[in-house]
T-cell receptor, first 111, second 110 residues
Framework: DAGITQSPRYKITETGRQVTLMCHQTWSHSYMFWYRQDLGHGLRLIYYSAAADITDKGEVPDGYVVSRSKTENFPLTLESATRSQTSVYFC??????????FGPGTRLLVL | KQEVTQIPAALSVPEGENLVLNCSFTDSAIYNLQWFRQDPGKGLTSLLLIQSSQREQTSGRLNASLDKSSGRSTLYIAASQPGDSATYLCAGGVGNQFYFGTGTSLTVIP
C-alpha cells in the first residue's frame, strides 16, 4: 500500500550501541522529517530533508545522524544510544499543500 | 523559536456535545497550521490544514479556524461521538519546520 512505513516498530537496545531506524515513503514527496515524541514535550523535530542528499538539523539533532541517498528512504541513526534517547520516533513526509503524513512510529527503549 | 500551547490538556464531554479545542502560538510568521488526531499507540492522522492566507477549513463535523494576529487556532467538533476520543495536536509551520503543541486528550462519554 502507498504511504509511509517505519521499521522496526519496536526496538530494545543497550547504551552505547548503534541503532538505525528506517523510513520509507511511496509518494516521492520531496520533504521528509524525523520527530521524537516524549511525554511533556510533544513532538520535536530531529532532522529534516528537502530532497535527496539535502538534510538539515531540527530542534534536537544531537546524537543522531541522517542520510538520504534516495528520495523514498530517510534512515535515522543513533550513533551511540543513550537512555535519554528512549522515545517514540515518527517519520513524516510533506505532500501537496504542505500537509504532513506520518508513519506508525518506532518505539525505542535504551537500557 | 515557535512555542505552541494547547489548553486544556484533557477534556471529557458527553456524546452529542459540541466542543472547541484551543491552540495558541507565539510566532505570527507561521505559514500554515495543521490539526492532527493521534489514537493511543498510533501515528498522527492529518485532520485539517489552514494556510496563512485562510481563516478556516471544514471537513465533515470538523471546523478549524486560524487568527494569526491573535496567535490562535481553534478546532470545533460538532455532535461529538465516542469514536472522536483521541489526542488532538496542532502544529504551526515556520520555515521548513513544524512546531507541535503537547495535545488535548479528548474523551467522549457514551
Amino acid at each position: 500500500d502507498a504511504g509511509i512505513t517505519q521499521s522496526p516498530r519496536y526496538k530494545i537496545t543497550e547504551t552505547g550501541r548503534q541503532v538505525t531506524l528506517m523510513c520509507h515513503q511511496t509518494w516521492s514527496h520531496s520533504y521528509m522529517f524525523w520527530y521524537r515524541q516524549d511525554l511533556g514535550h510533544g513532538l520535536r523535530l530531529i532532522y529534516y530533508s528537502a530532497a535527496a542528499d539535502i538534510t538539515d538539523k531540527g530542534e534536537v539533532p544531537d546524537g543522531y545522524v541522517v542520510s538520504r541517498s534516495k528520495t523514498e528512504n530517510f534512515p535515522l541513526t543513533l550513533e551511540s544510544a543513550t537512555r535519554s534517547q528512549t522515545s517514540v520516533y515518527f517519520c513524516a513526509s510533506r505532500g501537496i499543500k504542505e500537509t504532513q503524513y506520518f508513519g506508525p512510529g518506532t518505539r525505542l527503549l535504551v537500557l | 523559536k515557535q512555542e505552541v500551547t494547547q489548553i486544556p490538556a484533557a477534556l471529557s464531554v458527553p456524546e452529542g456535545e459540541n466542543l472547541v479545542l484551543n491552540c495558541s502560538f507565539t510566532d505570527s510568521a507561521i505559514y500554515n497550521l495543521q490539526w492532527f488526531r493521534q489514537d493511543p499507540g498510533k501515528g498522527l492522522t492529518s485532520l485539517l490544514l489552514i494556510q496563512s492566507s485562510q481563516r478556516e477549513q471544514t471537513s465533515g463535523r470538523l471546523n478549524a479556524s486560524l487568527d494569526k494576529s491573535s496567535g490562535r487556532s481553534t478546532l470545533y467538533i460538532a455532535a461529538s461521538q465516542p469514536g472522536d476520543s483521541a489526542t488532538y495536536l496542532c502544529a504551526g509551520g515556520v520555515g521548513n519546520q513544524f512546531y507541535f503543541g503537547t495535545g488535548t486528550s479528548l474523551t467522549v462519554i457514551p
